[in-house]
């Protein structure tokens, strides 16, 4: 007791502690400013790293910014008639379009995506070949960019099928295209599903298959949302895959071999056009609308995803 | 019957993980069987080297577009480069909790803007202010090379960012430790530690921007020959299939498709890069 009473640091409670310490720690804008003039290297350096991040914003702004409020009032009903018109210039039939084809390749790859990802991850021996196979070939198809893509979907269905330009054609170039992708995601997803699910699953008598359609799949659906939307995002922006593929016709598919556009490539056609400027303006707002929520829908799943871990 | 059921959904997913695996052998097979043949003819030095690009007088020559998408990569990467790593690094290192939850979500949003939106911002803001201050028409190697530089602006950041993040702090604290500033340690311990990284980050910036054609084809100019400055018109290989497919026929198209195997194997070799590079960490 005599000992303490000669030590007052003792007598601090924890709070009284941590108080001191930030005084100690706390430096002042103007300590910091006369470090920066004993070190003008550092201060070059902390200048260079803020001037990139602001160029980045400003870009950032200025790209969003210029395009929304010259394009905003450039948006007239007439652009949402329903049938498209060299006078209307409607872009109605395109955004329909749009909907349309990345609802049929999601139905497309989804599965595919999904079922490889699966065997990759709950079948597949450790080290086998194929899985090695599969890995090298979807990080190709990863990389090859949209024109490759687009001439080969030209090459195959357009012109070896005889189908000229359609809507299939465009629907499984592009679900070609976006299968790493939910490919990716999925395998992530079911990586981080703890191996005591499927061992609690295994220990209640379930089969695999069971295991993994009521166990393992369930808990990496936010996972495979996410490849999803990012999927979405890549088909309502490509336009060059689908040039030679689905083609440039205005109006909304009758069926599956009829040529049509999406957003993208209807923007692409106004601006090849060069008649079309307020035009272009309007749908250049609307792509970006979509891509806006197409972004904070993702990463709201981000969110829940690293909640649920 | 279970057991049926069991071995019927494994032969199930193995058929699906095998469509990737198909899916590129198809793609190789197409390209290569339908280009081939074309390089063959025309020559395969004549193609690749070949200065003139005249389809209706049986001139092939695509040196000009090789050359075109060379340049028009390097100057993204001149632009993007720098600015991308140094943003990454403000992001992971300096950047205050408040600020990052507002940029972060930016840079996403870069990433998701459709490469045709991207040509279209091209156009009506940097062609108009390359033609105020130069007086040409405001076409060519340099707008198309700062254009490119914006669009892989987000794949260098998000990718450097991870890279610096993923450095062990005691590199940070050792170098401080040894009286280094907060940037002396961090340009000279953290950021050295990930350069592997941050190299992986500009090899894909670099497939993004050979790869690129929609924005590319807007701003470029697209003349078929050597440009002379960085204000000259030029045209990559990508254009130069996009702008002639619709209406190209016979050898014509073929050449056409053997640009595309040409753009083809350069990815291919971005991406071995790539891989090696990633391996090697």
């Known amino acids: ?309 | 019957m279970s057991g049926v059921r069991e071995s019927l959904m494994k032969f199930v997913f193995l058929i699906a993980a095998c469509v990737s695996i198909l899916s590129t052998i198809l793609i190789c097979f197409f390209m290569f069987v339908n280009g081939v043949p074309a390089i063959a003819e025309i020559g395969i030095f004549k193609f690749l080297f070949g200065m003139t690009w005249k389809p209706s007088n049986g001139y092939y020559g695509i040196f000009p577009m090789i050359i075109g998408s060379i340049y028009v990569t390097a100057g993204a990467i001149v632009v993007g480069v720098p600015v991308g790593v140094l943003c990454a690094v403000f992001m992971a290192r300096f950047c205050p909790k408040k600020l990052y939850s507002v940029m972060k979500p930016a840079i996403g949003l870069l990433a998701g803007i459709p490469s045709i939106v991207y040509g279209f911002f091209g156009l009506v803001v940097i062609v108009p202010v390359i033609q105020e201050i130069f007086g040409t028409n405001g076409k060519g190697v340099l707008t198309a090379s700062l254009l490119l530089g914006i669009m892989i602006l987000p794949t260098i950041i998000s990718v450097s960012e991870d890279a610096i993040r993923s450095v062990p702090e005691s590199y940070y604290e050792g170098a401080l430790a040894l009286g280094d500033t907060h940037e002396q340690a961090v340009f000279r311990a953290v950021v050295p530690a990930a350069k592997s990284g941050i190299l992986a980050g500009v090899i894909l910036g670099v497939g993004r921007a050979i790869g690129e054609t929609m924005a590319v084809i807007i701003v470029a100019g697209n003349q078929t020959i050597i440009p002379a400055s960085v204000l000259s018109g030029v045209r990559t290989m990508t254009s130069n299939i996009v702008m002639e497919m619709g209406y190209a026929s016979g050898l014509h198209r073929q050449a056409l498709i053997g640009t595309g195997v040409v753009l083809f194997v350069f990815i291919l070799i971005i991406n071995l890069l790539f891989s090696v590079i990633k391996k090697e960490r």
């Open chain 1, 1 to 309: 007791m005599e000992a303490a009473g000669n030590l007052p640091e003792e007598n601090f409670t924890p709070q009284d502690m941590s108080l001191k310490i930030e005084a100690i720690n706390k430096v002042t804008l103007k300590d910091r400013a006369n470090s920066y003039k004993n070190r003008p290297f550092s201060f070059f350096l902390l200048a260079l790293v803020s001037l990139a991040a602001l160029i980045t914003i400003f870009v950032f702004l200025l790209l969003i910014g210029y395009i929304f409020v010259k394009g905003i009032p450039n948006i007239k009903p007439e652009l949402f008639a329903w049938e498209y018109t060299t006078e209307n210039v409607s872009m109605m039939p395109s955004i329909i379009n749009t909907f349309l084809m990345t609802f049929a390749t999601l139905i497309l790859a989804v599965p595919v995506g999904v079922f490889s990802a699966v065997y990759l991850v709950e079948y597949a021996k450790k080290g086998s070949k194929l899985v090695s196979v599969v890995r090298i070939t979807t990080e190709t198809l990863a990389g090859i960019p949209s024109i490759v893509y687009g001439l080969f979907g030209f090459l195959m269905f357009a012109s070896s099928f005889k189908w000229g330009y359609t809507f299939i054609g465009g629907v499984l170039t592009l679900a070609i295209m976006v299968l790493p992708t939910i490919m990716r995601t999925t395998e992530e997803a079911l990586k981080a599903v703890p191996d005591s699910f499927r061992e609690g699953s295994f220990g209640l008598g379930a089969g695999k298959l069971r295991t993994v359609f009521r166990i393992v799949l369930p808990s990496a659906i936010p996972g495979i949302f996410s490849g999803i939307v990012l999927s979405t995002g890549r088909i309502v922006g490509e336009t060059a895959a689908l040039i030679f593929t689905a083609g440039t016709k205005a109006a909304v598919p009758n069926d599956i071999f009829s040529s049509t556009r999406t957003l993208a490539v209807h923007m692409y056609s106004l601006l090849t056009e060069g008649l079309y400027m307020e035009q272009a303006y309007a749908t250049a707002v609307i792509i970006l609308i979509m891509v806006i929520v197409i972004n904070a829908v993702s990463s709201k799943l981000a969110k829940t995803i690293v909640k649920n871990r």
